[in-house]
């Protein structure tokens, strides 16, 4: 499995449409008030946030995650998107496109990234990264700040 820059393989925009419209369906579905391919077409840059990036086995995107802000916590650099394809799940994918989204980050000079959730909490901590402060999302539902530090 390859890590790639989203501009590098914007023929999965599509799919990766349908794929944020059916799990993010509140807000990405036809009565949201998001546009994924809107949101997924902003991040086809290399040095500029919005950043995509996918995962990429045998030909075939599995997954994606960008750096950008935030706009649940207004923190930037933060982790948004990320999404790892229903067949695909449970393999470390999600794991592999946090850490590709750290590197780049260091890579852009950022000493420090965010990210709010309610599910990859532990995965978050077993990786470094430590809880901050609550966030409470657009549905209602709270999650947690995390943020890890280079
Ligand atoms: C959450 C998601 C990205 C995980 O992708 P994945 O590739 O299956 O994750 P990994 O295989 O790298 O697993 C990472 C760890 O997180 C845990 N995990 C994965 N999904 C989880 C979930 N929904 N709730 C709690 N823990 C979860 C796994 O158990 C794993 O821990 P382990 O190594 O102890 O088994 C994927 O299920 C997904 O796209 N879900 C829908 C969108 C979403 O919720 N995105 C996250 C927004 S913060």
């Given at each position: 499995m390859k890590i790639k820059p989203l501009a590098d393989h914007n023929d999965v925009l599509p799919l990766l449409t349908r794929w944020y419209q059916t799990e993010w369906e509140p807000y990405?579905?036809?009565?949201?008030?998001?546009d994924a391919q809107t949101d997924l077409e902003s991040?086809?840059?290399?040095?500029?946030?919005p950043i995509g990036l996918v995962a990429i086995e045998e030909g075939q995107v599995c997954g994606t995650v960008a750096l950008d802000l935030?706009?649940?916590?207004?923190?930037?650099?933060s982790v948004v998107g990320l999404l790892v394809g229903r067949a695909y799940r449970g393999r470390g994918i999600a794991a592999a496109l946090l850490k590709s989204a750290e590197d780049l980050a260091r890579r852009l000079g950022y000493s420090r990234v965010y990210m709010s959730t309610t599910v990859l909490g532990d995965l978050l901590e077993r990786m470094g990264w430590h809880k901050s402060a609550e966030v409470e999302f657009l549905n209602a539902q709270r999650g947690l700040i995390y943020v890890r530090d280079f």
């Open positions: 990405y579905g036809v009565d949201g008030p998001g991040r086809c840059n290399y040095e500029e946030f935030d706009t649940a916590t207004n923190l930037t650099p």
